[in-house]
Each structure stands twice: as structure tokens, then as C-alpha cells.
């Protein structure tokens, strides 16, 4: 399997190498709760739940690639991204690493039901501040995706959102908000539209100043 190469050196790969790497070893991190004797043993819920159903294509090719990975491989995968985003000189690979770790699962979730519940909070919180340094590197795939969570996540804050809406209207009309946008804000109070107008504005000023805007 490709997650178990002796023949990878992360510290002599470039970035972009860097980068393939660890989104690799990234997939498997949704299956980290099947992690015994320091190896993913995956064993499939529908075989236990639902014996007659069937799994996607990409599913299935994540636990081939994932069964039997060492645990030890995977576990340092968000630190080693973290660094990759904030330590590269490469815009593209910092932007990929920033979407990535925007929608990675927490690798080591607490045991306690409390703990649990203020982690995700916690993990929640952190993979919004992963977009938002997407966003300040021209990432409109950020832009857009913070102006969803913000609207239907975790903690909605229907002003955040609409700032993130009018952003993306103004930078990249292509996207089409218009009614999005209206939606949103006609039940904004007259303070709020005004904040948002006000956020977005800073928002674009930044933007504008980049030399390159990207799609994804």
C-alpha cells in the first residue's frame, strides 16, 4: 500500500510532494476509531447493520487504502498540515493544506461525553480559522464555504455570513448570490446590514490586493 512506503523522505520532499502525502494519509482519518493494536482493523458497519448494502466506489477504495495503516502514521497528520500551511512558500500548497484542514475530523477526540462536546466546538472553531487564512490568500472556495457555515453550522451568525455572501458577490459575481444574499439579509436589522456591509468592504480591500484570486 502506498501509506506504508519506506521509500517517501518528508523532509527532503518539496511542498507539493508534502502536501500529496498527507492527503493521503488524511483519508484515513475518519477511520481512526477502528485504530487497534496501533493498526486500522476497518470493519465495515454495513456488514454488521445492513448486509445488503452496498458502499461507494470512493468509500470502499478509502479502506483499501486505509486497512492496516499504522496509527502512528496518521496521528501527526494535523500537526504536520498545520505547519505545511503556515511554513510554505506556496500559495497553492498553503490554500490546499488550509481547505483540507477545514474539513479534517478530529483525529484524537476526547473520552468523556463533556469533553467531547466542547472539542468539537473547539475543532469547529479552528477549521473556520483555516478557511478564513484560505480566504486571506484568495481562496474563493473559502469565501464561499465560511459564508455557509456560518449561516447553517455550528454556531450561526447570520451577520458573519452575510459579510462572507457580499464578498463573494462583489469579487466573483459568476457565483451568483443574488438571491442567496437577499435571502439572508432582509431580516438583518438596519445595524447588522450595516456591520456586514462594513466587513465585507475590509474583506474585499484584501482581496483586491492579492495578485492572483483562486477558484478552489
Known sequence: MILLSNEFNFNEADDESKFAYLA???QCAQFMRYAQQGYLKIIKET??????????????KQITNC????VELISPVYSMLEKLALNTKNTEVSIQSDLLLSHLPNIQPSITTKEAQEDVL?????????LEHARQQGSLEAVLTL????????????VTASSYYLTLQNIAPEYQLT??????????????????????QLYLKQMEQLNTLYKW
Do not use: C, F
Open 122 to 130: 473547539a475543532h469547529y472553531k479552528k477549521q473556520l480559522m483555516w
Open 24 to 26: 493521503a494519509l488524511a
Open 179 to 200: 438571491d442567496q444574499v437577499k435571502k439572508l439579509t432582509e431580516n438583518l436589522k438596519t445595524w447588522q446590514l450595516t456591520q456586514a456591509k462594513q466587513n465585507s
Open 47 to 60: 456488514e454488521q447493520t445492513k448486509p445488503n448494502a452496498k458502499i461507494s466506489i470512493t468509500k470502499q
Open 67 to 70: 486497512q492496516g495503516a499504522p
Open 147 to 158: 459564508a455557509i457555515r456560518y449561516q447553517y453550522g455550528e454556531v450561526p451568525d447570520p
